[in-house]
């Protein structure tokens, strides 16, 4: 069965800190890529997705995430992180086949940033 | 800019109780999901919904689980009899049909005593 796995699921950073997620899926075929942030008391919110085309995807808020396909990741990355990044952070795909589209998630990597 | 919306933020219910929980999508959206997020647990995939039918659903969705658009603005789920272990936060979501992204709503966090 498809499955997505988050390698963290608790990281303590500083500001300034920069920030690597790890997600990888067990998919063999085409998929659809996300990442979605849930800051405290909110809703989620989509960062950046990859459908097709240059691996390397930019979100909003600086995020920015890497679909290298020969090891089935897709990690998220932020070069200096700040307080207001405190969040969960969720990696979802969904496969590019499907016609629904439904979303399978990983477990979730909570962020917590230290003023 | 548009949103889904969840209503009740907060149900608490009786174990045996039927419950509906409720959610807008956005205006012209076309498929439609629920998800839940039992404490501590992945959002779980329950079901979605397209062109006035269910196109998937999950090993979760049994037949205690019903979805409904009756108006179409409306998307609801109605869980016939709760058990202690729907206790969860159910998250609607909704995604045009091109592109893919899914818009999740605020969700509603269900109690079940």
């Known amino acids: 069965a498809q499955s997505v796995s988050q390698h963290n699921h608790h990281v303590i950073l500083s500001e300034a800190a920069s920030l690597e997620l790890g997600c990888n899926y067990s998919y063999g075929g085409t998929v659809n890529l996300f990442w979605y942030v849930q800051y405290p008391g909110q809703h989620l919110q989509l960062l950046l997705k990859?459908?097709?085309?240059?691996?390397l995807v930019k979100g909003i808020k600086g995020f920015e995430a890497e679909f290298i396909k020969s090891k089935f990741s897709f990690n998220l990355r932020k070069p200096s992180v700040q307080w207001s990044d405190t969040a969960e952070y969720f990696c979802?795909?969904?496969?590019?086949?499907?016609?629904?589209?439904?979303?399978?998630f990983g477990q979730g990597t909570t962020l917590q940033v230290k003023p | 800019e548009p949103e889904v919306t969840q209503t009740p933020s907060h149900q608490v219910t009786q174990m045996g109780q039927e419950v509906i929980l409720r959610c807008v999508p956005i205006?012209?959206?076309?498929?439609f999901y629920w998800y839940r997020q039992i404490l501590g647990q992945k959002v779980e995939f329950l079901v979605s919904?397209?062109?006035?039918?269910?196109?998937?659903k999950s090993e979760i969705f049994d037949d205690q689980f019903s979805v409904e658009r009756p108006d179409g603005s409306n998307f609801t789920l109605k869980i016939r009899s709760t058990k202690l272990e729907d206790s969860a936060m159910y998250f609607c979501?909704?995604?045009?049909?091109?592109?893919?992204?899914?818009?999740f709503g605020p969700g509603t966090r269900l109690t079940v005593t």
């Open positions: 919904f397209y062109n006035n039918e269910i196109s998937e």
């Open positions: 205006s012209n959206h076309l498929y």
């Open positions: 990859y459908f097709s085309g240059d691996p």
């Open positions: 979802a795909v969904s496969r590019g086949s499907s016609n629904t589209g439904k979303l399978i």
């Open positions: 979501a909704s995604r045009a049909d091109s592109p893919y992204e899914q818009y």
